[in-house]
């Protein structure tokens, strides 16, 4: 009986000295176990961090060059743009200089025409004074009998403003000169002398008439000043003078507001405007 106690006491002995080496035994083996699971997935990951970098050693030098490329073709596209821009602000401002200058030719040219037509009655002027000192001295009468007598005038305008109608400027200019240096006094003079601007006008002759239209306002008591005063603005906008257009047209409204041609220069200002 005490002898088997004694096996009984030392088997109890051994197992107790041995479970734990068992279990030991058995975690090492788990622990294994996990250290080859993660092995592997270091050594899955470093295959593919080596692929990314193959695939970068690859990929960026063609992506640099690509960045390169776009950089130098934006840069050479901001270079053309401000070259052409550089062209246009340049033509823009021949464009400008040229108009100005056109302008102030018009404007030169314009002014020298009116001092020549003022030198020229000047000469006139001064011919008919001598004309009248040579009469007086010789003794004969200074005034004499007018050249058209009423019914000749009335028939020399109807005629001339005939030759008009038919597009005879020419021959409506010598009539309407006529009866204007002949009697500037007959009822219709001053309408001799409008048609007379008209004529030139006509023919283009944009200078000469306005010259001629602003005789017109020479006549007192005339109804064809606002008539005269319309074909100046339209005589200078064709002229390409455009501020004197404005100016003219102008005159229409803050002088001849009743006229019938107040509507057409308040539509021509407004036109002028955009100029």
Known sequence: ??????????????????????????????????LRRLNAK?????????????????????????????VKSKTQQDSITIVIMK????LSNKIAMLENQSRFM???????????????????????????????KSGKPISSEPKFNAAKYRQTYMESL?????????DAITGFSE???????????????????????????????????EKVFNFAGTDKDDDAQLKLGLAYQSMGNIDKARDEFQRIIDYFPGSEYYPKAKEALKKLSIY
């Open 1 to 34: 009986m005490r002898k088997r106690a004694t096996y009984l006491l030392f088997y109890l002995i051994t197992i107790i000295i041995l479970t734990p080496s068992l279990i030991v035994g058995q975690g090492q083996k788990n622990y294994d176990k996990e």
């Open 42 to 70: 270091i050594d899955r990951v470093r295959v593919l961090v080596d692929s990314l970098e193959f695939n970068d050693q690859l990929l960026l030098p063609e992506l640099m060059a690509a960045f390169k490329q776009a």
């Open 87 to 90: 062209r246009i602000n340049t």
């Open 106 to 136: 018009d404007s030169t040219a314009l002014e020298i025409y009116n001092k020549l037509v003022m030198v020229e009655n000047k000469i006139v002027t001064l011919t008919n004074s001598y004309n009248e000192m040579s009469k007086l």
């Open 162 to 170: 005939g030759y008009f109608q038919n597009q005879e400027y020419d």
């Open 179 to 213: 009866l204007v240096s002949s009697d500037a006094t007959n009822d219709l003079a001053d309408n001799s002398q409008y048609w007379l601007a008209e004529c030139y006008y006509s023919q283009k002759n944009f200078k000469q008439a306005i010259g001629e239209f």
